[in-house]
Structures are given as C-alpha cells and as structure tokens.
C-alpha cells in the first residue's frame, strides 16, 4: 500500500513548537483532501535508547494495523544537551472514492540527562488529550517508567525480556499496583490459555479440573517467565496454593496444595522443563494429567499445535489443532490493542507465579 | 464465558462453572462436526469456507473439528480436499499458511448424491460416527443449509428419518441459509417442517447482515450512550429513513434474482431488522431470546398492509440503460439471463409505520435498489425542527433539522448535523457535520461476518440468528406487497442506472420530508 508522510523537524526546539508543528501538518493534510483524518486510538510513549530507535522503529513498523495512532518516542542519549524533535504524519495510501484515509503521528524527541527531571512537561503537551496513553521502555529505564507513569494508563513490558527472570516477576507485581499492566509474555501464553479452557469446557470435562494432579510446561530456556505464568494462571483460577519451586538442572520443580473443592485434596505436582531445541521464545508445550488418568499435552507443531490425549482408559490419540504463528509483530502488536482492554486474570496469575519464585 | 470470579479473584470452581474462561477474549467452541449441504456452490466457495480457514489460522475452531461437504456431484475425498484449497486460495481475506490449511484439510471428506437419497444420509451418519470415533468423544453436529432454498425442507426431513437430527450426547444444530421461504406461506410451510424435526433451540436461520459489526454497534449506540434514549420517540423524530443502495447490478445472478427482486432480496430480511435494531425496546440483556423477543415486537407493531394502501406506501421500479463508473451499462431487461417481460423490481421504497407508544406517527421510509449512484448503506434519523429559529434567515444556508446518520458501510460512522453560525459579523447560520468515523478509534478489523456467525452456531449462541417469530412477521408485512406487485404488471416505474432512483419514490414522503442523496 502506498504511503504518504509529511514531516517536520527541528534542532534545539520545545515542546511548544513540536506541538504547534504537529497541529501544523494535520491542518495541512486535511486541506491537501478532507478524507485524510487523523486516527484517535491510542497513545503510545516509547522511552528507548537513542542507538536501538531504528530498532524500535522496525518492531513497531510490524505491528500493522495495530499501530498506536500517536507515538511519542523519547530517544535518549545520557550526553545530550539540545532538544532536537521530528515530526512525521503518515497516512497508509490515499483515499478512496467515498472513504478515508488514517493519519498516524510518529513524534521522535532525542534528549539527554539533563531533560529527565523535566521529563513530564516534555511528554505532557505531545500526547493527545483524552486518549488513553500506554508507555513502553523496552531497554529498561525504571526510573524513567516510574515518571513518566503519571501520564499513562497501561504498561507495556516483555517480562521475557528481563535478564533476571525473578526480577522480571517481582517488577511486574509492583508495576501491577499502579497501572495495567500489558505483558507480551503473557499474551504469547494466550493461544495455550484458550485451549486448555477451551478443553475442559464441555460439561462432562469440567469436574476434572478440580482432579489435576501433575503439570509440565516445557519452555524456551530464555523464557521461565513464561512457564511461570502459565503455571501461576492455572493456579489462580484453579484455587491452587503454589509452594516455593526448587531447581534442578534444567528444571523447576514443585508443588502446589489444591483448594477444598480438589478432589481427595490431592496436591498438583509443578515441574518446568528448558527445552534447549525450541528456536523461538516464548512456550514449547504443556502436559495435565489428572487423577482419573486423563492427560492431555499440547505441544508447538506445523500449522498448529499437536495434541495429545490420553484417556482414562489408556487410549490415546494424537492431532493437530490449526493455528498460524503470530510472530514477534503480532504478539507487540496485540500488545497495544491489549493495552485499550482489561484482563482480570493477569495480576492474580503473576502474584502466583511469585509465589512459586524459589 | 462463565464469570466465576470478581475482579479476577478466583474462588473455588464447581462442577458448573469453568474458572479458565475468565478474562479470555473468545473460547473455541466445543468439538465439532460441521455439515455442509450444498459444499461445492458458490457459498460455500466464496463465503463458508474461507470463513472456516481463517478460524483455523486465528486458532478459533474446535478443538476437534471435522467437515463434510454434500453435493450432487460424484467426486473423492481428495478432490474435494482439493477443491476445498482452491477456494480458500481464492477466496479467502487473508494469504493462507501452508501448514494451517493441510492442518484443516486433514479432517476433511465429502458425500456425493442428491438430497433425496437414503445413501446420503446413510453415509453421514457412517462418517460422523467414524469421527466421533476417531475423536474419542461425541461431537456436536452442525448441518449447514447452503443449498437452493428448495431443498431445505427434503433436506431437514431427511436429517429426521436418519435419526440425524438428535444425538443423546451432543448437541444438533442446523444453520440455514437465507431466503427463508419466498411467501409467508412458504416460510410458514417451512417452519413447519423444520420444526416437525428440530426444536427451535437448534434452528440458526442466518441474515448475514446481523453478523456484520456494524450492524451490532447500532445497538451499543443505542443502549450505552445516555444522550439519545430521551430523544428516541415520536416527541423529538420526525421520520427514519433506511437506505440500502448498491451500485452495481445482477450480475450473474440473474436467475436467482429475477425470482427474488429487491423487495424480497433486501428489505423482508436485512433491512426490516436493521427497522428493528432502530426501533425497539432496550432488552433485559442481551441474551438470544431477550433481543429476539424485543425486535420481533417491533415488527408485529407493523400493520400489514391493505391493497388499497400499497399503492400510497410502496414504490418498485426497475433501471434502466445508463452510465456506472464512466461506463455504458444495460437496463435490467436487458441483463444476461433476465427475460424481456421480466416485471421483477430492482428498487423497492416503502413507508411503513410501527404503531406502538414510542413510534406511534413516525414513518419510517425503507428503500433498497441496484445500479444506483453509489454503494451506501444507512439509517438517518431526523429530529424534528426547533419550534423557532430566532436567526436571521438572509444570510442564512439550507437550515435544516438535525439529522443523525449511522453509516453501515461503507465508511462505518455515525454523523450528527448541527447548525452553527457562519464566522462573520452577521448573526448567520448553516448546517454543519460532526463526524465519528469507527475506523479512527479501533485497531481492530471487524471479522467477516460468517467467521462470527458459524462460530456462534457451533457455540450456540443464537443472538445474531432470526427466530420462526421473526421471519413470519417480516413476510406478513412484505408479502401483501409481493402479492399486490405481482398482480399489477402495469405499475412499474423505471430509472437510469446510475442514478438516484425513481422519481415515483418521492409520493411516499410526508410534507416536509426528503430522501437523502444517494
């Protein structure tokens, strides 16, 4: 599709004048053709690392149709002393006979130190009233997220991309308490979530959710968070109490107590794998058993996921549930589509997981 | 989804309840086997199974899922597997993944022979055990109407025979396709037959307009913004107009349409429910029964027209040669397949009226048609006129009333007009417009609208199906004047393709209105 941008830059500028020029250019394109409108979806303010902006920039570009509507990068550079801002409006195409095109603004602000104590009156005046806003600082800069938190309503955060996956849990905890938190290791978990629910939905499955007794995740090795929150969902929604896991080798190992309504009060026996073959981040498979000898496991395949299932009787059999991969676009990209919705279920999910922290 | 929670906090599941489903956005219907009738028609082709393919690639179908496809045709699996890929190819919105189409094809087979035959039947009901068999547990059953309308009646009586229509273990749907029936009498005659076999708790009868999203926000915008329910009656609406208009013509589909024309194509079924979603009451909830039972009020609140009245409150017509897209293009009669004493409308306007107490004296004008100026469809709404305008009217440009106009496609929006005052230091005015464009405030892409309906069928959500009530009630209102056209090859109006319409459509208006431009 072809695209259309108008641009503005300056060197040593404010946020005044950024602003003025961003009113500037929309006035500009809706007089080019009044079908140009501007999309009002989505803030969203990206606090990132001057040298890894191209980066961003590409992983943004992915998200497609998912793009926030107004993008406010804040690329910052420690030595920087001038305020330099570009302003680009793009519009996917032109208009149609009787339709419209959408105008997305990309604001690039490049800063250094001595702008962050007035990182608020930076930012403030460059995001559009009365959307919410949603803030990503994909390179770390807690302090920063902290700041800057007061203008947004959600959080974007990779809890895989943590280098110390505790932290990553313990963060996302503290995170939670001041705004929703959007999780793309969580999202990624989103197809797994789906189809264990969704296999435990017919009637005469559900008793046996309160029957679980052994779960296995197998995971990336980068990706512990992952298994983590999947383990720590299962446990919230299923009234289980998670002990501390215990490492070994490649493994955690636990158990988590099943609430009263369990049956025979058994416990659930918690083991996540490292699965060194996976290529991509995120979930390899997973396996539920449960006391009346049912198992079934879903693991990654070719076109879906490959099931297996074993019945109470031994019989077992195996298929594949279609399904295309998301990629790493999509799963940013239904981040900040995430980011305009509430899932309940996330915080009680990550507090169980820390729960499990060992 | 089941809510066992509060604000995410679990408690203890029951056996009634699955906690896994809260906070999920969707839940895969429960396994299934989908029976499509009429497997190798242009539906199925173009519609039915993309649709299916791109719940395959969302991760949306069952978790067990199986197709059958029935047709005349004498053909293999294979070649059917073969033909399914073509289509999806095709057809479908989006590139397919390789493997996700293998993945969906693998469960695919096909039964050949005519909808009459025992063997049919007999080898469905062969292959849907061998599923279930193979799935290792009962699957629900969905038989898909997608053939000629004639069938459906030999068709469902025949599930009935096999014994196909019910299964002790799992739940049996059938989802037909519309028209349903042609006359009242033959919606009635087909309800009877459909209901001689299924209860209606398994009857799906699709309009596929009521899947479109955009047709669902009208009663999000309804029933979740305060600021127009005070307004929402016949104190402060003058008249509704809903308008339909498409602009191109038959196509190929002379065979079907010279048989149906616009009344019967458009407005018994699509546009008398969007009338419906415009006009009745705020449901309890939005369960099934709750939102059919408020619309189909509204369509009994319809009177049936008299032969005496038809002539002052509906108007058809049928274009003639003209110019579409700079080009030359035919009249209907002159259309491919189209016989030249073809008397069948390809515009129909009617004023109807819904006499209750909120709309009692409202007239609401409908209006479908072909080979119109442009593809529009909309419901306008206008308020009636301040008592007094306290402005000076020199200066002042075309002050009308406002008007509040929901688009439906195809820019999707909602429009108010409002007037303002012309800069200047004159105490001037004109109408001006405030304008949402849906496409400016969502990232999402609205699903095509068999991808939402088949997977409410196989969930058995019937919300966006029409009821035996429903369709029954939209005939008595449009089959009088079925009736009455067919008796009177005289009363044919015409207009040039491209065009805005009949200029006959105008005697429908009350004093003071208008038809919106085209």
């Not at chain 1, 930076?122 to 007061?150: C, F, K, N």
């Not at chain 1, 099931?307 to 195996?318: F, I, K, L, M, Q």
Request: net charge negative; charged share 25%; proline share 6%.
């Amino acid at each position: 599709m072809p695209r259309s941008d108008a641009v503005w830059s300056a060197q040593g500028t404010t946020p005044d004048a950024i602003e003025a020029a961003l009113r500037e250019l929309l006035v500009q394109r809706h007089a080019e053709n009044e079908r140009y409108v501007p999309a009002r979806v989505l803030n969203m303010i990206a606090f990132v690392d001057r040298e890894w902006t191209g980066e961003i920039a590409n992983r943004l570009r992915a998200v497609g149709r998912y793009s926030p509507s107004r993008l406010l990068v804040l690329a910052y550079e420690p030595r920087r002393e001038r305020l330099d801002a570009r302003v680009t409006i793009v519009s996917e195409g032109e208009p149609d006979a009787g339709g419209f095109a959408l105008l997305r603004e990309t604001v690039v602000v490049e800063l250094g130190d001595r702008h962050l104590d007035d990182m608020l009156t930076i930012a403030d005046p460059l995001v559009v009233t009365d959307l919410p806003t949603v803030l990503w600082s994909p390179h770390g800069h807690y302090d920063i997220v902290e700041v800057l938190l007061a203008l947004s309503q959600a959080v974007l955060l990779d809890s895989i991309d943590e280098p110390i996956w505790r932290d990553a849990i313990d963060r996302a905890c503290k995170l939670s308490e001041r705004a929703y938190v959007v999780d793309l290791a969580w999202l990624r978990s989103t197809p797994w979530r789906e189809r264990v629910a969704a296999s435990f939905d017919p009637p005469r499955h559900r008793p046996e959710l309160r029957a679980i007794e052994r779960l296995t995740v197998r995971h990336h090795p980068a990706s512990t968070v992952s298994a983590m929150l999947l383990a720590g969902w299962l446990a919230s929604r299923l009234d289980w109490q998670p002990g501390s896991l215990v490492a070994r080798g490649d493994e955690l190992l636990g158990r988590a107590h099943a609430g009263r309504s369990s049956i025979g009060r058994q416990d659930v026996a918690l083991r996540l794998q490292s699965a060194p073959a996976l290529q991509v981040r995120g979930l390899e498979g997973l396996t539920l058993a449960t006391a009346s000898g049912r198992e079934l496991s879903l693991d990654r395949g070719p076109g879906g996921l490959r099931a297996r299932a074993r019945d109470p009787r031994g019989v077992e059999r195996t298929w594949t549930i279609p399904g295309a991969s998301r990629g790493e676009g999509g799963i940013l990209g239904e981040g900040v589509r995430q980011a305009l919705l509430r899932d309940p279920t996330y915080v009680p999910a990550v507090e169980a997981a820390q729960a499990m922290l060992p | 989804l089941s809510v066992a929670v509060a604000a995410g906090r679990p408690t203890a599941p029951t056996e009634a309840e699955n906690p896994l489903t809260e906070g999920l956005e969707r839940l895969p219907p429960p396994p299934t086997a989908l029976v499509i009738f009429g497997a190798t028609g242009d539906l199925a082709r173009r519609k039915l199974l993309p649709a299916l393919y791109n719940l395959a690639h969302d991760g949306a179908l069952p978790e067990s899922f199986y197709l059958i496809g029935v047709a005349r045709k004498e053909k293999a699996h294979e070649d059917y597997r073969a033909e399914c890929e073509q289509a999806i190819r095709r057809f479908s919105r989006r590139t397919p993944d390789d493997d996700v189409l293998k993945a969906l094809l693998e469960n695919v087979k096909y039964v050949p022979g005519t909808f009459e035959e025992d063997s049919v039947y007999t080898e469905l009901h062969r292959l849907l055990d061998e599923f279930e068999e193979q799935a290792g547990e009962p699957l629900n059953r969905a038989f898909y109407l997608a053939t000629d309308p004639s069938f459906f009646g030999v068709i469902v009586g025949e599930l009935g025979r096999s014994k196909l229509a019910q299964h002790a273990q799992a739940e049996v749907r059938v989802i037909i396709e519309k028209p349903f029936g042609t006359s009242l009498e033959e919606a009635l005659e087909l309800n009877r037959r459909v209901l001689a076999v299924f209860d209606e708790t398994q009857v799906y009868r699709i309009d596929h307009y009521l899947g479109k999203e955009t047709v669902q926000n009208m009663m999000a915008f309804r029933f979740a913004n305060g600021m127009f329910e005070p307004l929402w009656n016949r104190n402060f609406i003058d008249y509704v107009q809903i308008t339909a208009a498409e602009d191109i013509g038959i196509e190929s589909r002379a065979s079907y349409y010279d048989k149906s024309g616009a009344l019967r194509d458009l407005i018994q079924n699509h546009m008398l429910q969007l009338l419906c979603h415009v006009a009745m009451e705020p449901p309890v909830s939005f369960t099934a029964e709750e939102v059919r039972n408020e619309k189909v009020k509204v369509l009994q609140a319809i009177p049936e027209p008299t032969p005496e009245e038809i002539p002052e409150m509906a108007v058809r017509a049928q274009y003639t040669k003209g110019h579409a897209g700079g080009e030359d293009v035919p009249g209907y009669l002159e259309e491919e397949g189209v016989p030249q004493d073809s008397i069948t409308e390809t515009y129909a306007a009617l004023r109807v009226e819904v006499d209750n107490w909120r709309w009692a004296g409202v007239p609401f004008y409908l209006r479908t048609g072909k080979r119109l100026a442009r593809k529009l469809t909309e419901v306008a709404v206008t308020l009636k006129p301040v008592p007094h305008l306290a402005f000076s009217q020199a200066g002042s440009l075309g002050v009308q009333p406002n008007q509040l106009v929901l688009t439906i496609q195809p820019n999707e929006g909602v429009s108010l007009s409002l007037v303002a005052k012309i800069p200047g230091t004159r105490m001037a005015i004109r109408p001006v417009n405030m304008e949402f464009l849906y496409g400016t405030s969502f990232l999402s892409q609205s699903p095509e609208a068999y991808e939402r309906l088949i997977t409410d069928a196989m969930r058995g959500d019937a919300t966006l199906f029409t009821r035996n009530d429903e369709v029954e009630a939209q005939w008595r209102i449009c089959d009088p004047i079925v009736e009455f056209w067919s008796s009177r090859q005289d009363r044919m109006a015409h207009y040039e393709a491209g065009s805005r319409g009949p200029e006959e459509a105008e005697r429908l208006l009350r004093e003071g209105h208008r038809w919106r431009a085209v």
